[in-house]
């Protein structure tokens, strides 16, 4: 192996967005948006050949339920599946499930599951193998999932059928059903220990063949792939495994991964830099893959204790800042980004609103400066956290510290590598706000800030707990809306958090393979040579 591939860098930014409280773990795969004219993959060619992804940090595990880093989750989905998983346009559809029904009180959901499954162990996947692993995904996830507050019981009626009981109605449990599943056995002999990453087996179309930490993850064609027979269609229809195997080199320099696909030896570059965009078009040989609606970027204030504790305070530092410039200093392009006040992407018919955009990119020194002296503002340090590796993050924290800076605030820009930021963010006397992204998700109530309790900043109040549990509860559309649209009202009115725009991420692809995916990151199953 090439010495490039010793490069370390843990995680991925993806457990920092769970950990935020902006993504339900177990509904992970809510977020992604595709490219067009993608799945259009027919006559099917003949398979083979080895694809070779640049990427750019190590899983550390592929025990996603445990792990929950990006890495993890990109690599395990070729590994993985779940019950339901996500069409163009953003609406689950059955996947390791058949068909699917549920009582007229809404309690009760009754999941028929394809016969005929096999894990990469060659048992058939069964009722009793999605009890055992939903059961441990809720007992091991960092932050608890939605569906462990309305689960009340869940069963095996018999072999293919499983049955989920709930305590109360809740209307986004289909997407609280798209996590991975694992078997039976696994999961009891690792009811709460990481899963060795050779032992992990699925119902996809890759299995795990070999792992080395920090230089690559090996996965090779399941030959046994129960597949559906439905057109690829977003993350279900049909997977076609047409690469022999799938080598995920470690490389954490961006400029490696890229030259490595300019010069052939590899054929996709993961998360390259934005600055790199011109050169990537420029190039006849490469393809620039841009996943539209992949994060939005914003800052999330500590509501419990500290000086941004006090609503005025963090109105003054909403008031502040400048969403252009900072969105600008992290995506550089015009193409890379665009300005948007709206929580849920632009793309959502059932939850987009401008709710709060009185409120949004204000750049309004002096109303900033006004609300801190009548906050009796001191000076007292606001601790202002943000990742050191990730370029553009550190970009924006750069300007958004010199925005509030500007009107006074003492802010003290700590930037930390990922394992202190996320052993800092759950202690809330460690930080006063993150400026960080979130990834997109279909709805707004696997947002876990939109909870009754944030878990995390601890924005909490009556009329947020009213609207809370309308969202969750109510079963009219419209009136579910309304809560939500109330909702962001509510968060922009008091600042809890408060968003800069939404970006995209740019990988550089070869033009000698085709059939690329991009849901939150990249997806291979579907990838052949030309």
């Known amino acids: 192996m090439?010495?490039?591939h010793r490069f370390v860098r843990k995680g991925m930014i993806f457990l920092v967005w769970i950990i935020l409280g902006v993504l339900d773990f177990w509904a992970a795969e809510a977020?992604?948006?595709?490219?067009p004219a993608q799945g259009q993959m027919t006559p099917v060619p003949k398979p083979g050949g080895i694809l070779k992804i640049a990427y750019a940090s190590d899983p550390g595990s592929l025990d996603v339920q445990k792990e929950g880093n990006l890495a993890s989750f990109d690599m395990a989905s070729h590994v993985l599946e779940g019950l339901f998983d996500y069409d163009r346009n953003l609406t689950p559809q059955p996947m390791l499930a058949k068909s699917w029904q549920v009582s007229p009180d809404r309690l009760l959901y009754t999941v028929r599951l394809r016969e005929g499954v096999l894990f990469h162990h060659y048992k058939e996947l069964t009722a009793e193998d999605v009890v055992a692993s939903i059961k441990r995904a809720l007992r091991v996830a960092r932050t608890p999932p939605q569906l462990a507050s309305y689960l009340e019981a869940i069963t095996a009626k018999d072999k293919y059928t499983v049955e989920i009981r709930l305590k109360e109605p809740f209307p986004d449990i289909l997407y609280s059903l798209t996590g991975f599943i694992i078997p039976k056995d696994l999961a009891e002999k690792y009811p709460t220990a990481t899963i060795p990453d050779k032992e992990l087996v699925g119902t996809g179309p890759y299995r795990v063949k070999d792992r080395i930490p920090d230089?690559?993850?090996?996965?090779?064609?399941?030959?046994?792939?129960?597949?559906r027979s439905e057109p690829p269609n977003g993350n279900v229809g049909r997977k076609y495994a047409h690469v022999d195997k799938i080598l995920f080199y470690i490389l954490p320099d961006p400029a490696v991964r890229l030259m490595g696909v300019e010069s052939g030896e590899y054929h996709y570059a993961h998360a390259v830099n934005h600055a790199d965009y011109p050169r990537i078009v420029q190039n006849p040989q490469l393809q620039a893959r841009i996943i539209k609606n992949f994060s939005s970027l914003g800052c999330m204030f500590n509501c419990r204790v500290g000086p941004m504790a006090d609503i005025r305070i963090r109105q003054a530092a909403a008031a502040a800042l400048d969403a252009e410039a900072v969105m600008k200093a992290a995506f550089i392009y015009p193409q890379l980004y665009y300005l948007e006040c709206g929580f849920i992407w632009p793309d959502s018919k059932e939850w987009y609103t401008r709710a709060g955009s009185a409120y949004y990119n204000q750049k309004n020194p002096a109303k900033a400066k006004r609300l801190l002296r009548e906050a009796g503002y001191k000076g007292e340090p606001i601790i202002m956290l943000g990742i050191a590796e990730i370029e553009y993050l550190r970009n924006a924290c750069l300007v958004v510290a010199n925005q509030l800076k500007n009107v006074g605030l003492n802010i003290d820009l700590q930037l930390v590598d990922q394992s202190t930021f996320l052993s800092r963010i759950v202690n809330p006397g460690k930080w006063h706000m993150v400026t960080s992204i979130s990834l997109f998700t279909p709805s707004p109530t696997l947002l876990p800030w939109t909870r009754e309790k944030d878990p995390?900043?601890?924005?909490?109040?009556?009329?947020?707990?009213?609207?809370?549990?309308?969202m969750r509860q109510e079963t009219d559309p419209r009136k579910r809306f309304k809560a939500w649209e109330e909702m962001q009202q509510l968060v922009y009115e008091?600042?809890?958090?408060?968003?800069?725009?939404?970006?995209?991420s740019l990988a550089a692809t070869s033009r000698k393979a085709s059939g690329w995916g991009e849901m939150i990151g990249p997806r291979?199953?579907?990838?052949?040579f030309n």
């Open 215 to 227: 230089r690559y993850v090996e996965l090779v064609r399941f030959d046994r792939y129960c597949a």
């Open 524 to 528: 291979f199953w579907n990838v052949r």
């Open 31 to 35: 977020a992604f948006a595709l490219t």
């Open 494 to 504: 008091e600042a809890a958090r408060t968003k800069f725009g939404n970006g995209v």
């Open 2 to 4: 090439d010495r490039r």
């Open 456 to 470: 995390i900043a601890g924005w909490e109040s009556g009329r947020k707990t009213r609207l809370a549990r309308l």
